[in-house]
């Protein structure tokens, strides 16, 4: 090349790979101008894996990468805007269990539903709604509620309505495009697990560095 060429880096936090050679569009995305040089940045091996490995991360350090990258031509010149370091996920590819997946998402189900029903419970015998119910009935109808009238019913609706608005899910079907409770407590606690990771790597090396 005439001049220096600016390779633009970003690396994501964690990716999950399934294959053993990871390549660095496996892990990041690359920009430049020269689209040859592009492709060439975007095909460098990063890491190689053995083959028997078990599912393991691996926290590797984007300095690495942009050595690699200056090496496939002395003229470019990488600008990383992503993370510092960053996370491979490896999970080797093997046959789907569909029966072990159905299996483990029932047992989830089941948890939950028991769990929340369970949590209802004990708030609705803790607030007393049974006795307030009946009460309200008594005011205005004058009659002994049954435990089972207008309230009870109108209650048990708008209980279920008002966690599907919440959650803003129920089975393929959204609200809207507005991501979920559930969603951004586990991108939080991934970040949180991520987070940890790279700081327990880094404090190994500094561990292997004194010694």
Not at 176 to 184: F, K, S, Y
Request: include cysteine.
């Amino acid at each position: 090349m005439s001049g220096a060429e600016t390779v633009y880096l970003n690396v994501s936090q964690i990716t999950e790979v399934r294959q053993a050679d990871v390549f660095v569009k496996d892990v990041a995305k690359v920009y430049c101008r020269d689209k040859n040089l592009q492709n060439r940045c975007n095909t460098v091996k990063i890491k190689s894996i053995k083959e028997d490995k078990k599912p393991w991360r691996y926290v590797e350090s984007t300095m690495e990468m942009i050595r690699l990258l200056e090496a496939v031509d002395p003229a470019v010149q990488v600008n990383s805007i992503g993370e510092v370091n960053y996370i491979i996920d490896f999970i080797p590819q093997a046959p789907p269990n569909h029966i072990w997946q159905w299996l483990k998402t029932f047992a989830v189900c089941a948890i939950s539903f028991c769990g929340a029903a369970f949590a209802i419970m004990t708030f609705n015998n803790d607030a007393g709604v049974k006795d307030i119910f009946g009460k309200i009935y008594q005011l205005v109808t004058g009659q002994e509620s049954s435990g089972f009238t207008i309230l009870e019913l109108s209650y048990s609706i708008g209980l279920g309505l008002g966690i599907l608005v919440f959650f803003n899910h129920f089975a393929k079907w959204k609200l809207n495009t507005d991501p979920t409770p559930l969603e951004v407590e586990m991108r939080t606690y991934e970040t949180d697990i991520s987070k940890t990771l790279i700081q327990n790597a880094g404090r190994k090396e500094q561990q292997m560095d004194v010694k």
